[in-house]
């Protein structure tokens, strides 16, 4: 016997309109946005990148949005390190 709980009943529309979305991008060739293209930086600078996503981002990605998020990726993440190593020395 398998149980169901609420949150999985809940949550199906909201992953079929987010799959919609995907599709629609996929489909239609839009370029990716700016939170896309962020968070594929930041997965790709932890290892995590996916292989789909990494077709994704060569096929529907420009070399100026990555270099750019790159760059706000990289001043984010040293922002980050020197707050941290503050806090615990100070």
Avoid: C, Y
Avoid at 29 to 35: A, D, I, N
Avoid at 36 to 55: D, I, P, R, W, Y
Wanted: hydrophobic share 40%; aromatic share 8%; glycine share 8%.
């Amino acid at each position: 016997m398998t149980q169901h709980n609420g949150q999985e009943s809940a949550d199906k529309p909201a992953d079929e309109a987010f799959n919609r979305h995907l599709n629609k991008q996929e489909q239609g060739g839009e370029k990716l946005s700016f939170w896309q293209t962020m968070l594929s930086v930041g997965q790709a600078s932890f290892g995590v990148q996916n292989q789909k996503n990494k077709e994704r981002d060569f096929e529907k990605g420009s070399i100026k949005g990555f270099v750019a998020a790159a760059l706000i990726f990289t001043v984010l993440f040293v922002l980050t390190l020197v707050v941290v190593v503050n806090v615990v020395l100070g």
